[in-house]
């Protein structure tokens, strides 16, 4: 597997199906971390408990519940900010630009275009977020074709 380099025109080696499933599942990831970091608090609010003292484990699990409230109106966004993210990866597959390196320059372009659209977004989630999303989509690629990761000797 190379850093940069792919089969030349790796796109016809992958079919929509294939995309459909790997960015499915990059967007299923980040609702679920965000759903279990928010679930916590959630339940803890619906317990029914008498207002007092809140207690100090709850009070380090509202933290992550913030960080999950991001991640979780990231991913909902995600649903359709991510499809801008498909012609250009597509267009690095068909160039023979699909390695991993090109990925993650890819995803670190979709974080700063998040953070345009969305000012209220703060950039270092989003970008760990669009980074790890970017390699969930290279991985599931690759684990469905590796045919059209492997680029020709020259």
């Known amino acids: 597997m190379a850093a940069f ?11 929509w199906h294939d995309w ?3 960015y499915g599942v990059a967007w299923l990831t980040f609702l679920v971390i965000g759903l279990l970091l928010v679930l916590p608090l959630v339940t803890y609010l619906f317990s029914g408990d008498e ?7 709850i009070e380090s699990v509202m933290d992550l519940t913030a960080f999950g409230a991001v991640i979780l109106s990231i ?7 991510f499809l801008p993210s498909l012609p250009f990866l597509w267009l690095a597959m068909r160039l023979g630009l699909g390695g991993w390196i090109s ?5 670190l372009g979709y974080a700063c275009l998040v953070v345009l659209v969305f000012e209220y977004m703060p950039f270092d989630i989003t970008a ?5 999303g970017a390699l969930v989509v290279r991985t599931l690629l690759g684990y ?6 492997i680029p020709m000797p020259r």
């Open 20 to 22: 459909l499933i790997a």
């Open 75 to 81: 991913t909902f966004f995600r649903a359709w900010m």
């Open 51 to 57: 207002p007092g003292p809140v207690p100090p484990i």
């Open 103 to 107: 990925f993650v320059l890819l995803g």
């Open 5 to 15: 380099r792919s089969a030349r025109r790796g796109d016809r080696h992958l079919r």
């Open 128 to 132: 760990a977020m669009a980074l790890a």
């Open 144 to 149: 469905e074709r590796p045919e059209a990761f």
